[in-house]
Structure formats: C-alpha cells, structure tokens
C-alpha cells in the first residue's frame, strides 16, 4: 500500500495570532449626508410622454452615446478624458 501523504501540515498557530481583538462598534452620530446623486443610466434620461432628454451633454470627442459626467464646474468624459467647463454666468 502506499504511504499516507499528508500535505496538510498546518503553519503553526500564526493564524491564530493574528487575530486581533476588535473594540465593540459604536456607533457614532453621523452628520446628516448630502442626497446622494442618482446612480445608473437611467439617471441620464428624462421621459416626457414620447419625448426623451438627455440630462447630460454628450462627449464632443467620442460622440453621442458617450455621456459626460457633471462636476461642480465641469463636464468630464470618462471615455477619452475631454472635459468642458461650464460657462459660469457672473
Ligand atoms: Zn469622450
């Protein structure tokens, strides 16, 4: 018959240092968070009837289809990388 081949030969206890106890969670009062932007495509349209927006420009670059994420001052592609400014009206 043929040998026992044992390939489980554990490392000894290491696993078990490294284990760390975790200090309970509390729970901490949160400052109420800014409503969060909506996630997904379908953010980006806007259905009227049989009408249908976009809600974002698309990319100059890439051309329809692409469209471009809205910043605070900025429009950007994440495609190619173009990014517009917005025309800040002073
Ligand atoms: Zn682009």
């Known amino acids: ?3 026992k081949v044992t390939k489980k ?11 760390e106890v975790k200090p309970p969670k509390v ?5 109420e968070k800014k409503k969060k932007e909506e996630r997904g495509v379908h953010a980006l349209y806007k259905v009227e009837g049989e ?3 976009r809600l974002r420009p698309t990319c100059e670059r890439c ?3 692409y469209f471009m ?5 900025r429009y950007t592609c994440g495609h190619c990388g173009f990014t517009r400014y ?5």
């Open 27 to 31: 729970e901490k009062a949160r400052p």
């Open 86 to 90: 917005k025309q800040v009206e002073k």
């Open 63 to 65: 051309g329809p289809g």
């Open 51 to 53: 009408k249908v927006t």
């Open 69 to 73: 994420a809205n910043h605070q001052d």
């Open 1 to 3: 018959m043929s040998k």
């Open 9 to 19: 030969e554990e490392a000894p206890a290491e696993e078990a240092k490294k284990e």
